[in-house]
């Protein structure tokens, strides 16, 4: 549950009540009489009219703030495409797709779409050759759906010191493309105790060769240990939630600008 730069929708807040806002550790939100410590509790009340079943317009220094226990989210305009769920994981019960799924919910409570990728293993391996029209199909449908997306977002884990090869092989097949050239992407490691930077610092290498549009607020690390996951697949560690839906929002309010902009 999280707040970025648009209207609240707050169908279940009661009319004039006020509800804790809490501003996450390294922030650096702003009120309009002055700063959050990070981890602060902020009081905002609603106001009366158009609460219920409408709109509450926070104040744009507010971004990447959660209201407390309450069914309220929302995010910058969505896109105008899902956002892309890339896992580079394939194996059952994978931590990182726990990351994706719940990025996928906290969206979903933003009103935003998501779009999860599910063709890595069927990638053929990357061949130049091959990297022409027609594309190979399972080629064809990825590129189509990173052109359809708003943004992109991977979770990955490391293997070997490295990324998994198959998900360099996904990026591979990207090159001869311009679908992902300007799109707004970021990542999410949840790998514990501060693994996986070397996958990570490949991957920023790799994408910006791609030409992609690397959104820092959303390129994170959010350690995610097994037994945080819970019984639906999902994290449920709070502060961690938390972190996700913060990377989301900042993925999804990168979309819109450029959306913006490209209709400008």
């Known amino acids: 549950m999280f707040v970025g730069l648009a209207n609240v929708r707050v169908p279940t807040l009661q009319v004039g009540a006020t509800y804790d806002v809490i501003a996450p550790p390294g922030s650096n939100a702003r009120v309009l009489y002055g700063q959050i410590p990070p981890g602060s509790v902020l009081a905002v009340p609603l106001p009366?009219?158009?609460a219920v079943g409408g709109h509450h317009r926070l104040p744009r220094h507010l971004p990447g703030l959660t209201i407390a226990g309450r069914s309220v989210a929302a995010m910058a305009p969505a896109p105008a495409?899902?956002?892309?769920?890339?896992?580079?994981?394939?194996r059952a019960g994978s931590t990182n797709a726990a990351v994706l799924r719940t990025a996928?919910?906290?969206?979903?409570?933003?009103?935003?779409a998501t779009d999860w990728y599910d063709g890595l293993a069927g990638l053929p391996a990357f061949d130049p050759d091959d990297d022409h029209d027609?594309?190979?199909?399972p080629v064809a449908d990825l590129r189509a759906r990173i052109a359809g997306a708003g943004a992109v977002l991977v979770c990955t884990p490391e293997y070997a010191g490295d990324m998994p090869g198959s998900l360099?092989?996904?990026?591979?097949?990207t090159v001869g493309g311009v679908e992902i050239e300007g799109k707004p992407t970021g990542w999410i490691n949840a790998s514990a105790l501060g693994g996986a930077v070397g996958t990570h610092a490949a991957l920023r290498t790799v994408l910006t060769y791609t030409g992609a549009a690397v959104v820092e607020a959303a390129a994170v690390a959010v350690p995610v240990v097994r037994q945080a996951v819970g019984d639906d697949g999902r994290v449920a560690d709070p502060a961690s939630r938390?972190?996700?839906g913060a990377a989301v929002a900042a993925l999804v309010a990168a979309a819109a600008e450029a959306q913006a902009g490209a209709t400008a």
């Open 48 to 50: 009366a009219a158009g």
């Open 242 to 244: 938390t972190a996700i």
């Open 81 to 90: 495409g899902p956002v892309l769920l890339i896992c580079g994981s394939l």
């Open 134 to 137: 027609p594309l190979p199909a």
């Open 168 to 173: 360099k092989n996904l990026l591979d097949w």
């Open 104 to 112: 996928a919910d906290l969206a979903a409570a933003g009103s935003v």
